[in-house]
């Protein structure tokens, strides 16, 4: 599987965001993960292979909201409110389960990357 993502951007805190994941091959469970200068990657949020059912992590629970697609192919990662903590680079992995979790050395691959960037 191929994964790009796309979307990112400078914003100001308190703007919106939408980042999406364009996935090539078999349909996975997917997450978004984030990296920022210095710091490891951190999970954000993951989805389901069929979509059904989203887990996020906590500083971002009723700000971002994941989606996907299965007719196109796509995961959406839309971000509400951003704050300057939520910068980094971010990106889509794709999961071999049915909820793709916290933890990044179970991912299969990822895409290369979008950056995120959040002024004050």
């Known amino acids: 599987v191929q994964l790009v993502e796309s979307g990112g951007g400078l914003v100001q805190a308190g703007d919106s965001l939408s980042l999406s994941c364009a996935a090539s091959?078999?349909?996975?469970?997917m997450g978004w993960f984030r990296q920022a200068p210095g710091k490891e990657r951190e999970f954000v949020a993951g989805?389901?292979?069929?979509?059904?059912?989203?887990d996020y992590t906590d500083s971002v629970k009723g700000r971002f909201s994941c989606s996907r697609d299965l007719a196109e192919n796509m995961v959406y990662l839309v971000m509400n409110n951003l704050k300057p903590e939520d910068a980094g680079v971010y990106y889509c992995?794709?999961?071999?389960?049915?909820?793709?979790?916290?933890?990044?050395?179970?991912?299969?691959?990822w895409g290369q990357g979008t950056r995120v960037t959040v002024s004050s």
């Open positions: 989805i389901s292979w069929n979509g059904n059912k989203t």
């Open positions: 091959g078999r349909t996975y469970a």
């Open positions: 992995g794709a999961f071999p389960g049915l909820v793709a979790g916290p933890d990044p050395s179970q991912y299969l691959t």
